[in-house]
């Protein structure tokens, strides 16, 4: 324990921040569903937060760096040298943003075996929840609403034929993005059925149906051999 508030009070005292986009911030240190996979020691627990803007992937993989290389170097290595630290869990607390980027987030996730959440106290919207898609096991506690994907830019000129076109292939990038995070094809379903105007804040036992809470059938096969392995 009071390694854990050392750890705790050593990340704080470096958050990170944005100007502008999303922002990501320490908030926990082995906290519950934070699991030590692939040998490591530590497993960090960031809070992201904001509305999701190009960049944010890249800010997402610079912070799991820079947050790992602050335990590894000034925590394990004093005792011991064990290597180990890692970034995973998420929570997420977001109105939405960029679609594109939303999908880089969360394959960046997938690729980290990260476990993603929405707190109680947080609502996750829109792309919001095509970056939480991306986690290997998802924990929707708080508010978690989808809508149709729409911006002046996806859409282009306001004639029915081409933005009919541009909207069903930036339809078939969010549903390989979806099959590769091995979610089912009703969530992109939903999506498509609630207006871009509004939001429709999924229940349960929804979220459950669609995937939104659940576990990637690999990820749970894998987690299992691992701890099925002798000490």
């Known amino acids: 324990m009071k390694m854990q508030r050392f750890i705790a009070g050593l990340l704080g005292l470096v958050a990170s921040a944005s ?10 240190v082995d906290g519950p569903a934070c699991e030590q996979m692939n040998g ?12 999701i803007t190009k960049g944010d992937n890249q800010k997402l993989i610079s912070e799991m760096k820079r947050s790992t290389q602050i335990i590894e170097e000034s925590i394990l290595s004093s005792v011991g040298g ?9 929570f997420f607390n977001s109105p939405g943003g960029d679609l594109f980027e939303a999908m880089k987030v969360g394959q960046t ?17 829109s792309s919001c929840v ?29 004639e029915y034929a081409s933005a009919s076109k541009r909207y069903d292939a930036v339809s078939a990038e969010v549903e390989a993005y979806l099959k590769a995070m091995r979610i089912p ?13 509004s ?33």
Do not use: W
Request: one cysteine or more; charged letters at 20%.
């Open 185 to 197: 094809t009703t969530f992109l379903d939903e999506m498509k059925n609630t207006p871009h105007y």
């Open 40 to 51: 490591s020691t530590v497993c960090l627990t960031l809070l992201y937060s904001g509305l």
């Open 82 to 90: 064990r290597p180990g630290a890692r970034v995973g869990k998420i």
């Open 130 to 158: 095509i970056a939480y898609l991306g986690g290997v096991f998802r924990v929707p506690v708080g508010r978690v609403g989808v809508h149709s994907f729409y911006s002046k830019d996806l859409v282009g000129p306001a």
């Open 109 to 125: 996730i997938r690729d980290n075996l990260i476990v993603t959440q929405v707190p109680s106290n947080s609502s996750c919207y």
């Open 19 to 28: 100007v502008y986009g999303g922002e990501f911030s320490f908030v926990d």
């Open 199 to 231: 939001v429709k804040v999924l229940e349960f036992e929804e979220m459950r149906r669609l995937g939104v809470a659940g576990i990637d059938p690999v990820y749970a096969q894998v987690r299992q051999s691992s701890r099925d392995k002798p000490k």
